[in-house]
C-alpha cells in the first residue's frame, strides 16, 4: 500500500470513529430521555423532592446519632409518603432555622420592620424507622458480564497515561474514585462493571483533573458516564441501561449531554486510539 493510500485509509478509519461516536451518543440521548419520561422515573423524582437537603452541620448530627441512616425526614413528610413512624422510636435531634419578622414602633411615629433568625431543635426520623410502602425507585443495574480482556487493555492505558490504578473493596456504594493521577476502583463487582467504572474514572481524569470546578457535578457526572459508554460499547460491552439510568438520576438529559458532544466525543476517541494501541505503539516506537 503506498503512502498516500495509507493516509487516506487512516482518514477514513477515523471518520467511520467519529461517525460512529457519533451515532452511539444520539442513542444514549435518546435513552436517556426515555428514562425520564417514564411513570418510575417521575415517581421518584416526586418522592426524593419531599427529603429536605440537609446542611453540613446537620449532616454531621445525623451521622452522629445514627450512622446507618440513608433517608430522613420529618414526621409529616413520611406521613406525606404514606409511611408512618414506629411507637417508641427515637427521633434524631438537628437545628432548624427558624426566620421572623416583627414590627416595632421607631421615634418618628413609625414602624420599623426587624428581621431575623433563630434556631431550635427539632427531631427527624430514618426511613428504618418508619413503616409503609416502598418508596419509588429508579434501577441502576451492575453490569454483571465478564471483561477481562477490556479490563486489562483499560489498565494498560491508564498506566500509559501516567495513572496509577488501584483495586479494592470501596464500602459506601461507591464503585469508583478518581484523584488526581490515581483511581480506584471497586474490585468486588464483575470484571464487565469494573471495566465501566475505570472507563468513567479515566474520562475524569482526561476532561475534569484541572478546574473541576467550572462544571457542575451533574455535567461531571454526565461527560464521564458518556465516554465510558462510547468506549464499552465500542469494545463489544453492552452499557447502556446502567449508563442511561446513571445520566438521568445526575439530572442529565438529551441537551445536556448533546451541549457537551464535542468534549465526549474527543474524550472518547482518545480512549478508544489508546485502546487500539495507537498511542502506545508511537511510543514504543
Given at each position: ?10 482518514a477514513n478509519k ?42 453540613w452541620n446537620n ?227
Amino acid at each position: 500500500m503506498t503512502s498516500l493510500a495509507k493516509k487516506q485509509e487512516t482518514a477514513n478509519k477515523k471518520k467511520r470513529l467519529v461517525q460512529s461516536i457519533d451515532d452511539r451518543l444520539d442513542t444514549l440521548a435518546k435513552a436517556i430521555d426515555k428514562v425520564r419520561a417514564s411513570k418510575i422515573f417521575t415517581d421518584y423524582l416526586n418522592s426524593q423532592a419531599r427529603f429536605h437537603k440537609y446542611s453540613w452541620n446537620n449532616s454531621m448530627l445525623i451521622a452522629m446519632q445514627c450512622p446507618d441512616a440513608t433517608q430522613v425526614a420529618g414526621y409529616q413528610t413520611w406521613k406525606k409518603l404514606n409511611r408512618q413512624v414506629r411507637k417508641g422510636e427515637h427521633g434524631i435531634m438537628i437545628i432548624a432555622p427558624c426566620p421572623f419578622s416583627k414590627e416595632t414602633d421607631n421615634k418618628q411615629g413609625g414602624t420599623d420592620t426587624i428581621e431575623g433568625i433563630f434556631f431550635r431543635a427539632v427531631h427527624v426520623f430514618d426511613i428504618a424507622q418508619t413503616d409503609g410502602p416502598e418508596l419509588p425507585t429508579v434501577d441502576l443495574p451492575t453490569i454483571e458480564h465478564c471483561a477481562d480482556d477490556l479490563l486489562a487493555q483499560l489498565v494498560s492505558v491508564a498506566h500509559h497515561r501516567g495513572i496509577i490504578v488501584n483495586f479494592a473493596s470501596l464500602t459506601g456504594g461507591v464503585f469508583g474514585i478518581s484523584k488526581g493521577g490515581v483511581v480506584d476502583v471497586n474490585n468486588s463487582h464483575p470484571t464487565g462493571q469494573q471495566a465501566k467504572t475505570l472507563a468513567h474514572e479515566l474520562a475524569h481524569e482526561a476532561l475534569h483533573k484541572t478546574n473541576r470546578g467550572a462544571l457542575t457535578r451533574s455535567m461531571a457526572e454526565l461527560e464521564a458516564e458518556s465516554v465510558a459508554y462510547v468506549v464499552c460499547m465500542h469494545s463489544g460491552l453492552d452499557v447502556e441501561v446502567r449508563a442511561s439510568h446513571y445520566i438521568a438520576l445526575w439530572d442529565g438529559d438529551s441537551k445536556a449531554l448533546r451541549a457537551s458532544l464535542d468534549r465526549i466525543s474527543k474524550t472518547a476517541r482518545g480512549i478508544i486510539d489508546d485502546l487500539d494501541h495507537k498511542a502506545i505503539g508511537k511510543a514504543v516506537a
